[in-house]
């Protein structure tokens, strides 16, 4: 039970922090001008598969939401964003991508993988996208 409430508590700080930079950005006005929302996103890319659609859903968490990295968890998220049934098995769409080179695991955080894109996942994105 000790290690569940480490873990929220841990899980809770994180999401603090994020919360202070988007703000931080914000205040700033270091915010993209034209903050495209996922769901547009993805039916601008139209990926054919779940591993494009899944990279196309980290590289809008990354270059739009400005998060460093994600787990399954918000990929799946990011379906349900998108009113997109998600794969029977998300964890092989990450596994796929990661073996066509697009994206590389970035540690763990408690009880998730964390995933971020690569280069080349990133120009992947930009080409189909022109984003």
Known sequence: MRDDVEALQKRVQDLEERVAT???RFESGDVPDETVGLRAFVE???P???VERAVTIGYHLETQQGQENFTIEDIEEGYRT??????ANTS???ANAEERGWLMRDGKDEHYQLWMLTREGEQHVREVSDA
């Open 44 to 46: 601008q890319v139209d």
């Open 48 to 50: 054919a598969t779940h």
């Open 92 to 94: 092989d769409s990450l």
């Open 82 to 87: 998108c009113k997109i049934q998600k794969p």
């Open 22 to 24: 988007i703000e931080e």
